[in-house]
C-alpha cells in the first residue's frame, strides 16, 4: 500500500513568507508525527496528533510554527514570517496509534525547506 | 529520556559483517530500544527493536546484555546499498509514558565500499 506522503518534495521562499507543508499519512493510521532535520543531525521532534488534536506539540519552537489535521488524515505544518534558521528538511511520519510497546512510525520522504 | 552515544562514522568493505554498539547508561526499566536506518533524502526506516537479550529478523540482528546499558545492531554481510545513518533510539511505550515522539541523536554513518 501507500506509504507517508509529503507536499511539496522541495519549497523555496524569501525570509518572512509563509508556507505551508502537507503531510498524506498511511491509510487508517490515527497518530502522525512532525519532525525537523537539520543537515547532519538527527530528526528533532515537533508536534504528534493523535487523530485530530494535538497530544503532545513540546517540540514546536516558537509561536511561528502551527498544525493541524482537521479531519485526522492529512496534516497541514504551517510557518509563518519564516526565518533563514527554520531552512531544513520536515519529516512527517505515522504509525497506527494502537499503543503497546515500542509502535513503529512510519516516515515519508520529506519537505526540504529553503528560506533566502 | 535516555541519552545513546553511538559512533559519529563507520566504515565497512561489502560481504563483511558489521557491528554498531550504542551505549544508553541511563536506560528505564521500561525503555525498549529501537534501530532506525536513514538513506539520503529519505526519512528514516524501522529496522529493529528489542527490550533484552537478542532479537533477530530478516534484515539485521539486536544483541542486548543483560544490564542493558548498552546495544550492538549487527548487519550480516553488508552490501554497498546498507550505506546509511543509522540510529539508536530508547524510550518508553507511550502506554506508560504518553510521549510517543522518537528522540534521534546524531546516528552513525556507516560507508560502505566495494
Known amino acids: 500500500g501507500a506509504g507517508v506522503s509529503q507536499t511539496p518534495s522541495n519549497k523555496v521562499t524569501e525570509k518572512g513568507k509563509y508556507v505551508e507543508l502537507r503531510c498524506d499519512p498511511i491509510s487508517g493510521h490515527t497518530a502522525l508525527y512532525w519532525y525537523r532535520q537539520s543537515l547532519g543531525q538527527g530528526p528533532e521532534f515537533l508536534i504528534y496528533?493523535?487523530?485530530?488534536?494535538?497530544?503532545?506539540d513540546s517540540g514546536l519552537p516558537n509561536d511561528r510554527f502551527f498544525a493541524v489535521r482537521p479531519e485526522g488524515s492529512v496534516s497541514t505544518l504551517k510557518i509563518q514570517r519564516t526565518e533563514r534558521g527554520d531552512s531544513a528538511v520536515y519529516l512527517c511520519?505515522?504509525?497506527?496509534?494502537?499503543?503497546?510497546?515500542?509502535?513503529?512510525?512510519?516516515f515519508g520522504p520529506g519537505t526540504r525547506l529553503l528560506v533566502l | 529520556l535516555a541519552k545513546t552515544t553511538q559512533p559519529i562514522s563507520m566504515d565497512s568493505y561489502e560481504g563483511q559483517e558489521v557491528n554498531i554498539t550504542c551505549s544508553h547508561n541511563n536506560i528505564a526499566t521500561n525503555d525498549y530500544i529501537t534501530w532506525y536506518q536513514q538513506f539520503p533524502s529519505q526519512g528514516p526506516r524501522f529496522i529493529i527493536q528489542g527490550y533484552k537479550t537478542k532479537v533477530t529478523n530478516e534484515v539485521a540482528s539486536l544483541f542486548i546484555p543483560a544490564d542493558r546499558k548498552s546495544s550492538t545492531l549487527s548487519l550480516p554481510r553488508v552490501s554497498l546499498s546498507d550505506t546509511a545513518v543509522y540510529y539508536c533510539l530508547v524510550g518508553a511505550p507511550p502506554m506508560d509514558t504518553g510521549r510517543r515522539a522518537l528522540t534521534f541523536g546524531s546516528g552513525t554513518r556507516l560507508q560502505v565500499q566495494p
Open positions: 496528533f493523535q487523530g485530530t488534536g494535538a497530544a503532545d
Open positions: 511520519a505515522s504509525s497506527p496509534g494502537t499503543s503497546g510497546g515500542g509502535e513503529t512510525q512510519y
